[in-house]
């Protein structure tokens, strides 16, 4: 799984740019990291203007979910990023809801004298996700390759799927029936928030309940959003 805790977002100031903090490693754009072209003419409405880096070239977000954007599919949650990594909410690290969860890294970028882009200190971000609690959606399949279907249990009024990968249990809160939830629970893509990095939403208390009831660790509860 990916070390970092949260994607680093990169402010470009126009396409050239974007191209150069893409092909330059001296920049250190990651895979996963999210760039945003601050000229775009739509920037400052919900995720306009934003790309993901995977690695080789920027992909845009994917519209299956949300028309909007969000995560692609071709970024695997829980085996390759950890939940809640392209959340947008800021908080301080030392914030108990966000389990000392770190800052996230968001360079704003200009071109200097010598004609590379050097990081300047803006704080400004119009970027926003469509979600109302501002969390980037990621798909998730349990294909049993890669994860153990523990159970597939009742918490107050909501089922709750418990997987394991790696030795590490994570919590799906599933908004289907009990039958339904067991029939598809290997076979068909979730879209899921976490709930870690999340300050309101009616979903927090039955989080907590499902931690302390399951034994599963609050960064790694995660919820069905339809």
């Not at 030392?94 to 071109?111: C, F, K």
Request: charged share 25%; glycine share 6%; net charge negative.
């Amino acid at each position: 799984m990916n070390k970092k805790q949260l994607a680093t977002i990169h402010y470009a100031p126009d396409v050239t740019a974007i191209v150069d903090l893409c092909t330059y490693s001296k920049y250190k754009v990651a895979r996963g990291d999210m760039v945003i072209n601050t000229s775009d003419s739509e920037y400052g409405y919900r995720s306009c203007g934003m790309y993901f880096f995977n690695g080789k070239t920027l992909v845009k977000p994917c519209t299956e979910y949300d028309d909007y954007g969000t995560v692609p599919s071709e970024f695997d949650i829980i085996t390759e990023f950890p939940p809640g990594y392209w959340d947008l909410p800021v908080k301080n690290s030392q914030d108990d809801n966000n389990n000392g969860a770190p800052l996230r890294s968001e360079l704003h970028y200009e071109r200097g004298r010598d004609g590379s882009l050097i990081v300047v200190p803006r704080t400004e971000r119009k970027m926003y996700w469509h979600h109302p609690e501002n969390c980037g959606i990621s798909p998730l399949v349990i294909d049993e390759q890669k994860f153990i279907c523990v159970d597939v249990t009742k918490v107050d009024d909501d089922i709750v799927i418990v997987f394991n990968f790696n030795g590490t249990n994570y919590a799906l809160i599933s908004d289907g029936s009990m039958d339904d939830t067991k029939k598809y629970v290997k076979t068909r893509k979730w879209w899921v928030y976490s709930a870690s990095n999340v300050t309101t939403g009616s979903h927090t208390d039955l989080a907590i309940h499902i931690k302390n009831e399951l034994d599963v660790d609050m960064r790694n509860i995660l919820r069905v959003d339809y």
